[in-house]
């Protein structure tokens, strides 16, 4: 399976590897997937999932790169003044420019786990040469629904009338500080709005989109369907499709979950992107 | 300071490496080979190694750090590693920054089992070896990961409930990768106790806290003759604790104590 390494952005200073598909197996229309860094783990990804999922969707005639971001993995870390948002943005588009360069690539799909994920919604929706999206473990926010969920696992596990009261209040009572609801776990994230407005444009400009949730982040999604209610307001088509896998963990730590996980990927996109006939 | 990533090795079993060269080249005077752990180690160690390399070459030294066969960007699929392909690697990999450095003088900086393997290579010629957290017992270490992957199982700060369909996992799988009873048997073979000889004329342990687990060991090497020395650092590293098995490894103290080690400052 051929590999090739490119350094690229800003000073030449980040560093990625792309898996080309066999000549045969090559096609112009298909995207090119982009795998973004989850969390600190360096391009090769949560146990190494991006290096083989990469060599998989090449022998299914994907062109697939996984770089590290600035001071990530072997990538240097950037002296500059610019936001991490900002730096993302560059870095991806550098990113997206090199395949174009170098393999011809036009369009893209980007994925992540983790912050990865929450990346790959910023990078999708600020250029329009992606053309798809896989999310693993993305934005969600609490509903009367997973609240009900929540409390009943939690008075299973301990019957304390002071918590569900403080719980209840907060239902009532929401921090105006906080978009969320005391005690549950929320990563640093935007205004659902702003999430809906985003997803909103992708949708209309026909990005195709995977959200996957596992039972790792139990915290803040909790049931099927979460997603949808979430966001209520946006007018998906065709381009949503949406997994909730309650027993995995968030980082796919045992075999057979990555590779449930990886069939489903590499499923989904040949659905999405087929061959030319 | 330039790092080069390039792949080395034959055709089809490419090692991919990354040379961290000094701004100058003149007189190179030493160059170190950086022996990866395995498994979920390895990534936890990635980028302080990174860091290290890069402190080392802007120090004035050579650094290659490499992946071995199926693991990390290197070719095949080996899951947690073949620890008999692993000492192959090594051995290529030292060729290789021999060739691609001229220095006079090599050393081998190992962490975890990339150290416990480098010291059991009698062949490697290196001037100086430095193990950092050596495993020192491969069959030791293989019990406490499965007993690690085990309770992980059972976590239910990871798993809303507990895994019970994959306990099967626990003979095949070591903390995310694929684990199987061929590579846990040659581990076993790995005793950094059962050494007979310094593996280099200089050897330095770098031990973590708590530095007691590695009294015996240091007592042994000490045995062995004169080129023996120990450092321990103050910093914690966690390698047995199940909260920490995702965690980036923090630098701490290491970096100066290597850079010291081969600038004397």
Not at chain 1, 30 to 56: D, E, Q, S
Request: charged share 25%; aromatic share 8%.
């Amino acid at each position: 399976m051929p590999e090739k390494i490119h350094r690229f952005g800003p000073g030449r200073g980040l560093i990625g590897l792309t898996t080309e598909p066999a000549a045969t197996r090559a096609d112009d229309d298909k995207p090119a997937v982009i795998f973004l860094n989850a969390g600190l783990v360096h391009r090769i990804g949560p146990y190494r999932m991006h290096t083989v999922l990469a060599r998989r969707l090449a022998e299914r005639g994907f062109l697939a790169f996984r770089f590290d971001l600035s001071g990530l993995g072997d990538s240097h870390t950037r002296t500059d003044n610019r936001g991490y948002r900002e730096r993302t943005l560059e870095e991806a588009a550098a990113a997206m420019d090199t395949l174009s360069q170098h393999h011809g690539a036009r369009r893209f799909v980007v994925t992540g786990l983790c912050s990865g994920a929450m990346n790959a919604h910023g990078i999708a929706a600020a250029d329009e040469r992606v053309a798809g999206m896989i999310l693993l473990d993305a934005y969600g926010y609490p509903t009367a629904r997973f609240l009900l969920r929540r409390y009943a696992s939690n008075a299973l596990r301990s019957l304390h009338p002071r918590k569900l009261i403080t719980h209840l209040r907060s239902l009532v009572q929401p921090d105006p500080a906080r978009s969320g609801v005391e005690g549950i776990d929320y990563l640093d994230f935007p205004p659902r709005q702003e999430i809906a407005a985003d997803l909103g444009k992708l949708a209309a400009r026909g990005t195709r989109m995977l959200f996957i949730y596992t039972g790792g982040v139990g915290g803040y999604y909790n049931y099927e369907g979460q997603f949808r209610d979430n966001f209520r307001s946006v007018d998906f088509g065709d381009c949503l499709q949406l997994d909730y896998l309650p027993a995995v963990d968030h980082t796919f730590t045992l075999l057979r979950d990555r590779h449930t996980l990886m069939d489903r990927i590499e499923g989904w996109l040949q659905e999405q992107f087929p061959e030319r006939r | 300071m330039q790092n080069s990533p390039f792949y080395f090795g034959e055709s089809g079993s490419a090692l991919f490496g990354i040379h961290s060269r000094p701004a100058s080249t003149l007189d190179p005077s030493w160059a170190v080979l950086v022996c990866n752990p395995l498994g979920q180690e390895a990534i936890r160690a990635h980028r302080t190694l990174s860091l290290l390399a890069s402190r080392l070459a802007a120090a004035g030294v050579h650094v290659l750090r490499f992946d071995y066969l199926g693991t990390g960007d290197s070719d095949g699929d080996l899951g947690f590693g073949d620890p008999g392909r692993c000492l192959e690697d090594i051995r290529i990999a030292m060729r290789e920054l021999r060739d691609i450095t001229g220095a006079r003088h090599t050393a081998v900086l190992g962490l975890r089992l990339g150290a416990t393997l480098a010291a059991s290579i009698t062949d490697l010629d290196a001037d100086r070896m430095i193990l950092w957290d050596p495993v020192i017992d491969g069959a030791d270490y293989v019990h406490r990961l499965t007993r690690l992957h085990e309770r992980m199982l059972h976590d239910t700060e990871r798993y809303a409930v507990p895994r019970l369909d994959a306990a099967d996992s626990t003979s095949r799988e070591c903390l995310g990768f694929a684990c199987p009873g061929e590579y846990r048997k040659a581990l076993g073979g790995f005793r950094l106790l059962g050494l007979d000889a310094l593996p280099a004329p200089e050897v330095v342990l770098f031990s973590s806290s708590p530095s007691d687990h590695y009294a015996d060991l240091a007592a042994h090497l000490g045995s062995l003759g004169p080129g023996f020395l120990h450092r321990r650092l103050p910093d914690e590293m966690h390698w047995d604790s199940l909260q920490h098995i995702e965690d980036a490894l923090q630098p701490g103290t290491v970096l100066a104590e290597a850079e010291r080690l081969f600038t004397g400052r």
